[in-house]
């Protein structure tokens, strides 16, 4: 993402002009872009027009349209941004209060002026967004597989994508005939390998995973190298050192989720926003199993916890899924930002927000979307939850297993 213009004043009003130049920026205005914003961007309108005699005829218009967001839909698989809302600006082909859809294009410039100011996950958002470092570091490529079928998939920051399933019939050996099945697991190695390579830049230098269960993923990284040599492919070549065989229990894409766990792949991927916030929710989830009151989740208990000073200097870390930022409620979203911003700037506390694209992420939305690890154990939140329960409607929530 290119920072075109920023005008934000202290009070969190202004607007930012962003210029979205890959799929994955498609994902970041996803999460940036809320209801009650108000968002100008490049629009096709249909105009109909009536002759006099009463006959009518539609024609499209390109122009630029500024809307009040009403809701916003994201295609994961086609990085696909879709923005309703009402026009806020009349022009000649449109008038104040219609509803319009926008579809943010790469290449094109958006302008966004948030509908409560700007605050500080708003901006971490924009500043994540267009990091030139970030923007290099593309993630990983893995093909996850099994005899017959193979899911291309495009690891990056904040998601996994699945890019191409291929699906070839391969015979079973019989009889110790095993002729039909060597040429069936040819011709998919060979339908994988061209999918792939549609699929990647060789001129990048990123780790490809390879993961089967059995030896099927270890064959296919001796097709991809002998390939390489035998039509004298250098780029491909190059890229034998990037070629990763990881054991998974199936071919199936939920098998990229151990895959993903394993710890060759977290020390190739070390330096990426994945295995960071992998490794948290590791840490989080070995304190929450020795059940020494140094790990919660759930709402109300964690912020309890950062009410106590619990969550501060000296090893406090809140967890956030990205998805409560995404809440049509601008009072929830509120909530949340109030809470991150007390830990980070008050308490000088770790804030780590998840994507809920990543395993991660998804762990952390089965524990209500957050999380903590506190500075100091703190033995009795549950308890304080059920006595809170008991002078109201008599129920309570329990945060430790």
């Not at 630029?64 to 698989?77: A, E, K, M, N, P």
């Not at 410039?109 to 593309?138: H, M, P, Q, Y």
């Not at 690890?373 to 006595?387: G, K, N, R, S």
Request: aromatic letters at 6%.
């Amino acid at each position: 993402m290119r920072l075109i213009n920023q005008h934000i004043s202290r009070d969190g009003s202004g607007s930012v002009t962003l210029y979205p130049e890959d799929p994955e920026d498609m994902w970041y205005a996803y999460n940036l872009i809320q209801p009650t914003d108000l968002l100008r961007a490049s629009a096709l309108r249909k105009i109909t027009t009536e002759s006099s005699t009463g006959s009518t005829s539609s024609i499209r218009v390109h122009t630029t349209l500024l809307i009040r967001v009403i809701s916003t839909d994201f295609d994961i698989q086609a990085s696909q941004l879709h923005v309703s809302g009402q026009i806020a600006e009349e022009t000649p082909y449109a008038k104040n209060g219609q509803h319009h859809t926008l579809d943010l294009e790469l290449q094109r410039n958006f302008t966004l002026e948030k509908g409560e100011g700007w605050d500080s996950v708003s901006k971490e958002v924009v500043n994540e967004a267009c990091d030139i470092k970030r923007a290099a570091k593309a993630g990983a490529w893995a093909v996850v597989m099994q005899e017959g079928l193979a899911n291309v998939a495009l690891l990056t920051g904040e998601r996994t994508v699945l890019r191409q399933r291929v699906e070839i019939a391969v015979p079973r050996k019989r009889g110790g005939r095993e002729g039909g099945h060597d040429k069936g697991m040819e011709k998919f190695f060979h339908t994988t390998l061209e999918t792939l390579l549609r699929q990647i830049d060789l001129s990048e230098s990123i780790p490809i995973l390879l993961a089967s269960p059995g030896f099927t993923a270890a064959a296919f990284q001796k097709f991809i190298i002998d390939t390489a040599v035998r039509t004298s492919n250098k780029p491909l070549l190059a890229q034998k050192s990037n070629l990763l065989v990881i054991h998974s229990s199936s071919g199936h894409l939920h098998s990229l989720n151990e895959v993903l766990q394993s710890p060759e792949v977290l020390a190739r991927l070390k330096d990426t926003k994945y295995s960071r916030e992998t490794r948290l929710m590791n840490d989080f989830m070995s304190f929450l199993r020795k059940d020494d009151g140094r790990a919660w989740y759930g709402p109300k208990e964690v912020e309890q916890a950062v009410e106590k000073g619990a969550v501060g200097k000296g090893g406090g870390v809140l967890l956030l899924s990205n998805a409560l930022f995404r809440a049509q409620d601008i009072g929830v979203r509120k909530r949340w930002v109030t809470l991150v911003d007390r830990v980070r700037d008050i308490e000088k506390g770790e804030v780590r927000i998840l994507s809920s694209e990543h395993e991660s992420g998804k762990m952390l939305e089965g524990l209500g979307g957050i999380a903590a690890i506190l500075t100091f154990p703190i033995e009795d939140l549950d308890d304080e939850q059920e006595v809170d329960g008991d002078m109201t409607n008599g129920k309570a929530h329990s945060a430790q297993v």
